[in-house]
């Protein structure tokens, strides 16, 4: 079992930064890609990010790309979100899962095992 513990999430307003983070206990944190999802009120749950075992290799969203930035510090097994320029759309619980194998690009749910409980990221416009 792999337990996510999210944190960083609050109230910015919009322009602002935050720094996500999610650590990871339990077995096999080290060679699965790790990635960052969001659900906002009445939307579906979609990918933000993503970052390969090692860290060398990131996937973005669109909608996030050029202001977020994914990364990992294996040694504290755990994994960061950069948040910058922060838009009121931005606006989410923010979630960090482990994927099955080591794809950072999957983007769909399905293909991440373990979950994190979740952090809200609240950006005033």
């Known amino acids: 079992q792999v337990q996510l513990v999210e944190s960083g999430g609050g109230l910015v307003r919009a322009g602002g930064s935050l720094r996500l983070a999610c650590a990871a206990s339990?077995?096999?944190?080290?060679?699965?890609?790790m990635g960052w999802f969001r659900q906002a009120p009445g939307k579906e749950r979609e990918y933000v990010a993503g970052?390969?075992?090692?860290?060398?290799?990131?996937y973005y969203a669109d909608s996030v790309k050029g202001r977020f930035t994914i990364s990992r510090d294996s040694a504290k097994n755990t994994v960061y979100l950069q948040m910058n320029s922060l838009k009121f759309e931005d606006t989410a619980v923010y979630y960090c899962?482990?994927?099955?194998?080591?794809?950072?690009?999957?983007?769909?749910?399905?293909?991440?095992?373990?979950w994190g409980q979740g952090t809200q990221v609240t950006v005033s416009s």
């Open positions: 970052v390969n075992w090692s860290g060398s290799s990131a």
């Open positions: 339990g077995r096999t944190f080290g060679y699965h890609a």
């Open positions: 899962a482990q994927h099955r194998i080591n794809d950072p690009s999957a983007t769909q749910a399905y293909n991440y095992a373990y």
